[in-house]
């Protein structure tokens, strides 16, 4: 049987709640992190919304990336993160960016 990668892709939306930290990696690697929150309305049988709030830690590597970050990702803004999840625990998963938007206003 051969290998094959599952599909393990995430495109996420939201606003930072920190600004973004320079850090070592697992494999002490230089990483930027920051936790995003992102918002969603759920909407129940009856017609009641309900408001999710979920946070991510996100970590970014690459020079240019993580550079790009740690001049625009600041607390409040708003951003779009392409990338996968990490994690061989579920309390220790992450998502890896391989690509980061910001917008120029949080958007609520």
């Known amino acids: 049987m051969s290998e094959t990668n599952n599909l393990n892709s995430v495109l996420i939306e939201g606003i930072l709640v920190e600004d973004a930290v320079e850090k070592r990696g697992e494999f002490q690697d230089e990483v930027v992190a920051f936790i995003l929150s992102s918002k969603r309305l759920l ?11 979920n946070f991510f830690r996100v970590f970014v590597r690459g020079n240019v990336l ?12 708003g951003v779009r993160v392409i990338g996968f999840l990490v994690g061989g625990r579920p309390s220790a998963i992450y998502i890896e960016a391989e690509h980061v938007e910001f917008r120029s206003e949080a958007q609520e």
Not at 43 to 53: A, P
Request: aromatic share 0%; net charge positive; with cysteine.
């Open 43 to 53: 909407r129940h049988g009856d017609g009641s919304l309900e408001k999710q709030v």
């Open 66 to 77: 993580r550079k790009a970050c740690m001049e625009k990702a600041k607390k409040g803004c």
